[in-house]
């Protein structure tokens, strides 16, 4: 490892908040030695709790991971929040909501927050995501919270890299449980059922229930039901505890290296696949254009090309 | 190309429903001969209006996409409709819909609806769709309409392969238009409010109008707003004008073949993912558990592993 980059890890690992910042800036946007930095943070990851959280906009998570925030500062453990906002361009609403959150904390140290917004990419918003866990891991924070605005596949995919994920609803939206999508229902380990003073939060309950009578997890765990109202404060200890219970249950049945083994795995898939991609991208460089023209004409067939392309890139270094 | 493919294809392009559906299921499942036929297949398509259909669930969708296939019936053109739901597999919503709307067009072999469920694998399903969209293409369906439910990343890549896409909103759900997440509504070529005679039409309306005045379009097209009432047919025929003006436009400013060309480097790109992860994968073959174990043990550094894979894919035939 080079002389720089052991000093930006010491920096890092010594709380600087600016090297924090920038850290993950260069792993987020591939700048030089983003490659180099993260081989040599790795060593120093696996300690920090990592949750996910996740619901539909309007569910009220920013307010809840506020509130869960608080509560692990009072136990003095550090904090490192993910918020990432797949927000229009149009609306900006990621940028305004989390000014407003950063001044909140603005006093305290203990409490980094980070938002990421959608770019477009083909899956880099996950990867990007996973690889700023990897630096507020590796910089010493105890606990990493990754919150994400969404119940689709692009939700599904980030916060599964999380150890524990929540995922909260809300009465009265819409048809909700039966809007949830495929995969999220399937990967929380907790819900939460915010803003749980409004009519109709019972009627959310059953519909949890009924879904989970239909289909038992793999590692026998029955996902609970915490009812909050972030607003007030009120069942964020609760959830704390749903948390460190699920947390105590993987240890005592043996399921945390088995489940760390699960997500490496595909994380590995994915990992591969982004760096794939760039290499075939690379490959194709200027042509691509010019093969599009050929497809569009009916000149040449993608399958084909696709097919030629793969082939090539086997035989060359 | 061999005698088996000649005679599914000229089954296909003679109308047959059941070889239609075989082909499809060809394709999505990646069966046997999968690449074989859809590169026999490729000569026979860009023929087909491809119309891309997207909302927030409860939107409408599925009403107006019927309506429209009913209109456009009455013009005597054949219609494909891809109904790609990627509700939950608790609540079966796919199956219990498509079943009901098939019913209703039981009778009209001119239109032809087939559901796809999403499989929770990495991208799979705007392949699948794309795919599926060829062969009815192929088939010689006049039009075909992709219909999502959603307004993620997810719907983005189904859409966005679509000639004309068309994004549903409707009055009182919740942000409206502060809800749509990125992406999507860049995307719209037309915007249609349903459900207009409910409270608050004007008011989407008029979020939509504000945020058009924030960014205009490469191609200097002004999305209309189309106001429908589905259930009741209303708006059916003044949305099919405006999908027909957009066509209109794009032909007008020779932009028919720019779009066709950014549409396929796009798709080119995706191709090329899935075809290099699939290499990938099977490089990694059985060690892939081993690997993640071994990462999960902090043994081995996931970034130097991914490097050093794809170093080796690089040299090996």
Redesign the interface.
Known sequence: MNQEIQTRIDRLRSGDARALARAISTVENRAAGW?EL??AL??H??KARVIGLTGA??AGKSTLVDQLAKHYRKENQTVGIIAVD??????G?AILGDRIRMQDHYSDPGIYIRSM??R?S??GLARATADAATVLDASGRDLVMIETV?V?????DIVRLADVTVVILVPG???D??????????IADIFVINKSDREGAERVEREIRA?QS??ARNDHWTPPIVKTVASEGVGTTELAEAIANYEAYLKEENLV?KK??????E???????D???E???AQ?GGS??R???E??E?KR???????E??RA?????
Do not use: C
């Open positions: 490659s993260l081989k790795f060593p990851t696996g906009p309007g797949p927000t229009s361009p149009y609306t609403g917004a959608t477009g083909l899956g969404g689709g596949q692009d939700e599904v939206m819409g048809d449980v039966q809007t949830i999508k495929a995969g999220i229902m399937e879904m239909l289909a290296f760390n083994v699960e997500n490496w795995q994380r590995l898939v994915e990992m591969l696949r760096a794939m991609l290499k075939a991208r194709m691509i254009e093969y599009a023209a497809i569009a009916h067939d993608p399958y084909s090309l696709v097919e392309i793969v890139l086997a035989t060359t270094t």
